[in-house]
C-alpha cells in the first residue's frame, strides 16, 4: 500500500485589517486544526506599505508579537519565495495578509486509499464557496 505522508496542499492568501492580524482572525482555522481536517504546512505574513514596499514575516522568526503561537506550521518555507512574492503581488497599498499552506487531510487518505486500488486523483477543480452557495439557492429556488 502507498503510504502518503502528505496529501495535498492548498495556497490561500487571507486578507485582513491593519498591519497584523488579530488572533481572533484564525479561529476558525485553529479549530479546524485541532480537529484534524487540516495540517498547517506554512504560514508567512506580508503587509504591503502605501509606498507598495512589501513587508515578509515567517511565522518562525516571530519574537511571539503576533499571538499566534498556537499555530506551528510543519514545513516552514515551503511557500517558496517566488509564490509569496507573487501572492504579494495581488495586495493593495496599506494592505495585509497571511499566506496560509494547508495541507486537506482528507484528501491524503482518499489518494492513499484510491492508490492501494490502483487509482489516482488525475485533476482536481476548486468551486469557490460563494459560487457553489449561489448555485445551491437557485437549485432551491427551482426545486419551490
Known amino acids: 500500500m502507498n503510504d502518503f505522508r502528505f496529501g495535498p496542499a492548498e495556497f490561500y492568501l487571507v486578507g485582513f485589517e491593519g498591519e497584523r492580524p488579530d488572533p481572533a482572525t484564525f479561529r476558525a482555522l ?38 499566534l503561537d498556537d499555530f506551528e506550521p510543519l514545513a ?46 488525475l485533476r482536481s477543480e476548486r468551486v469557490p464557496a460563494p459560487v457553489v452557495n449561489a448555485m445551491m439557492d437557485i437549485l432551491d429556488q427551482e426545486g419551490e
Do not use: Y
Not at 502605501?50 to 514575516?57: H, M, N, Q, R, Y
Open 30 to 67: 485553529t479549530d479546524l486544526i485541532d480537529s484534524g481536517v487540516v495540517r498547517l504546512l506554512d504560514f508567512v505574513l506580508l503587509s504591503k506599505s502605501a509606498a507598495g514596499e512589501v513587508e515578509i514575516v515567517e511565522l518562525d522568526a516571530d519574537d511571539g508579537s503576533l499571538g
Open 76 to 121: 516552514a518555507g515551503l511557500a517558496g519565495e517566488e509564490d509569496v512574492e507573487a501572492l504579494a503581488s495581488a495586495l493593495a497599498p496599506g494592505q495585509s495578509a497571511a499566506v496560509v499552506v494547508l495541507e486537506l487531510a482528507f484528501a491524503r487518505t482518499l489518494a492513499q486509499n484510491l492508490a492501494a486500488s490502483g487509482g489516482q486523483v
